[in-house]
């Protein structure tokens, strides 16, 4: 088997009679006849591989946590009104941020008890929209927490359920810009704030219901996550008999990572990090005579990235000192991550994947940064002008997170499933460039 079909959806196949006529297929799709109707860059998500990954959390829950659990999709990894449909159809709640966010979520009848709100620094538009339209808004700091009587009063809202976001002083091995857990962050309370705010929603009748932490994205080893655990229950244990409060969920977030590159694997299972927390809650919560909370658990990453796959076309190709560059319609402004972390990926020939490679190849984009390099120094065959080439792993924090810098139309982006295509965003047309344009009155 080629070394890095395992990183794609796991509907993908290599089709074809070898080797003039193999081809990628995923869902039973033919990669080339999608890229001709809907043109490149194009984005496919695949079914199969999103409802393994939301079995395999849902298996491994069941399995090691002895309480209720449950899962929230981290919609900051891609959400548009299908991803959020897929997600209510399976039973998951979903994480929003702002306004813009829960307007996906209610455009695609999310049921109100399952949004959840993040905000490091949520305006008052924000949590305003929050109070009204979440199920559970989670407090980032002691400002946002003293605003909110006055906020309900005005609207006469009900308070919906209200968690703690702690910041546990423990990071997990990641990049530096994905760490969120250390003591220097910028999100969360410290042990002595969040005392401060659970005496605060005690006396003020808020319905405090839940701590949370998050320790950061992308992280392999699930280890750091043991001893943010027992100091929440220590913290715990400390409010119960400080203030008779007890949480009734705790969220240690989300943030297990996938393997992007043929190098990352065999990757550690989700069953791995979940058993961690599962049984260092369980065991935590009988040293210190707790009851189990609802355990829940914020993925993102590894419910969407395997599901994704980026389809470019080859539009020159070029040697530049010694260098070969395959560069591509598609690039920065749809995958901004291997500038902004250095992100690694691997890539296939979307035809003949099967044939040997020739030499290392770096795979750039089109536009005006020499840090638009996709990837680097990739193994790849004697790809030529006019040839498709697929990025696995692309269905987190790419498209949620690109531009249209230099002008550049969003792509298309279709849902696969049993042998059928359905477009689910429309490619940007250079008309939506000007929609918030107005024109200048000069004199």
């Not at 715990?236 to 990572?257: E, K």
């Amino acid at each position: 088997m080629n070394s890095r079909l395992p990183l794609f959806p796991t509907s993908t196949r290599i089709e074809g009679d070898p080797p003039q006529d193999e081809r990628l297929t995923v869902a039973g799709c033919d990669l080339p006849a999608l890229a001709e109707v809907h043109g490149t860059p194009l984005y496919l998500y695949d079914q199969q591989t999103l409802d393994e990954s939301v079995a395999a959390y849902a298996m491994a829950l069941g399995k090691h946590y002895p309480g209720q659990s449950g899962l929230t999709y981290a919609g900051k990894a891609f959400l548009c009104t299908a991803v959020a449909q897929w997600a209510v159809d399976q039973g998951l709640w979903v994480d929003c941020t702002g306004v813009g966010e829960l307007t996906i979520a209610q455009a695609a009848g999310v049921p109100k008890a399952r949004i959840l709100v993040h905000g490091v620094n949520k305006s008052e538009a924000d949590l305003r929209a929050a109070l009204a339209q979440a199920g559970t808004v989670v407090v980032d700091n002691l400002t946002e927490l003293l605003g909110i009587p006055d906020l309900l009063a005005r609207s006469g809202a009900d308070c919906p359920d209200l968690w703690l976001r702690l910041r546990p002083g423990l990071a997990v091995d990641t990049h530096v810009h994905t760490q969120t857990g250390q003591e220097t962050s910028k999100f969360g309370l410290s042990p002595q704030e969040a005392e401060t705010a659970v005496a605060y929603c005690v006396r003020m009748g808020l319905p405090l219901t839940g701590l949370h932490f998050h320790q950061g994205s992308h992280f392999h080893d699930p280890a750091p996550l043991a001893p943010a655990l027992e100091s929440t229950l220590d913290l715990v244990a400390h409010l119960r008999q400080s203030l008779g409060w007890m949480p009734t969920v705790l969220c240690p977030g989300g943030g297990w990572g996938v393997a992007y590159h043929e190098d990352d694997l065999p990757h550690a299972s989700v069953e791995t990090y979940v058993r961690l927390v599962a049984e260092t809650l369980a065991a935590g919560c009988a040293a210190r005579n707790l009851p189990l909370p609802r355990l829940h658990l914020e993925p993102g990453r590894s419910l969407v990235a395997q599901a994704g796959v980026a389809l470019y076309r080859v539009g020159a190709v070029k040697e530049s000192g010694g260098r070969r560059w395959l560069l591509l319609d598609g690039g920065l402004a749809d995958n901004p991550r291997p500038a902004l972390y250095g992100a690694r990926y691997s890539a296939l020939a979307v035809e003949m994947p099967n044939r040997p490679n020739v030499g290392a190849a770096w795979l750039g984009g089109p536009y005006c940064e020499s840090g638009d390099i996709l990837i680097h120094d990739l193994p790849m065959p004697g790809v030529v002008a006019g040839e498709l080439v697929a990025v696995p792993v692309s269905g987190a924090y790419q498209l949620s997170m690109g531009s249209n810098y230099n002008g550049a139309r969003r792509p298309a982006v279709l849902w696969l499933r049993d042998g059928t295509a359905q477009l689910i965003q429309r490619r940007e047309e250079a008309a939506d460039l000007l929609r918030r344009d107005l024109v200048l009155e000069l004199e």
